[in-house]
C-alpha cells in the first residue's frame, strides 16, 4: 500500500538521522516529528510528505509504487545561518541517495531536491529547509 510505504518512509528516514553520529554532535536526538513546547535548539523536524502513487499503465489497480516528496527542517538560534547550513548539510550526508531499509516496500531512490534557508521570526530562529524526492515500490 503507497501510505504504508510513507510511514515505513518516515520511521527510515528518523532511524537514519539518528543514528548519524556527525548530525548528532549538533542536534543529539533531537529529531522530531512534532517537537516538545520546550524544545532546545538546534534541532530537525520531519514536515510535509506528499505521496503520489505510481501508475502502473494495466488498469489492474496493481499499488506498483509511489512518488514521496518530503521536507525537512532545521531549526537554529545562533546568530546567523552558518549552523543552520552545517545542520542542513549533515542530514544532506544522511538521506542523499541513502539506502534505507523499508518493511514490506523497496526504496528504489531518495535525493535531494532543493534548499533554503531564511529567519522564522516567531520563534526567532533562523530555519532551514531541505526537500528530498523518494520512490518506492511495494514488494511482492
Given at each position: 500500500m503507497t501510505l504504508s510505504a510513507s510511514w515505513a518512509l518516515q520511521?527510515?528516514?528518523h532511524a537514519a538521522l539518528i543514528a548519524d553520529a556527525p548530525l548528532g554532535g549538533f542536534v543529539s536526538n533531537r529529531i522530531y516529528d512534532r517537537p516538545p513546547p520546550d524544545v532546545i535548539f538546534p534541532f530537525v523536524t520531519l514536515g510535509d510528505m506528499e505521496v503520489i502513487a505510481a501508475d502502473t499503465g494495466e488498469g489492474l489497480g496493481v499499488d506498483a509504487g509511489a512518488t514521496h516528496r518530503l521536507t525537512l527542517f532545521v531549526w537554529s538560534r545562533k546568530n546567523g545561518r552558518r549552523e543552520t547550513k552545517e545542520i542542513m548539510s549533515a542530514?544532506?550526508?544522511?538521506l542523499h541517495n541513502a539506502a534505507l531499509s523499508l518493511p514490506g516496500h523497496?526504496?528504489?531512490s531518495l535525493q535531494f531536491e532543493r534548499g533554503s534557508?531564511?529567519?522564522a521570526g516567531e520563534?526567532?530562529?533562523?530555519?532551514?529547509?531541505?526537500?528530498?524526492?523518494?520512490?518506492?515500490?511495494?514488494?511482492?
Open positions: 520511521q527510515a528516514m542530514v544532506y550526508e544522511v523497496t526504496l528504489v534557508i531564511g529567519f520563534a526567532e530562529a533562523v530555519r532551514g529547509q531541505l526537500r528530498f524526492r523518494a520512490y518506492t515500490e511495494t514488494n511482492p
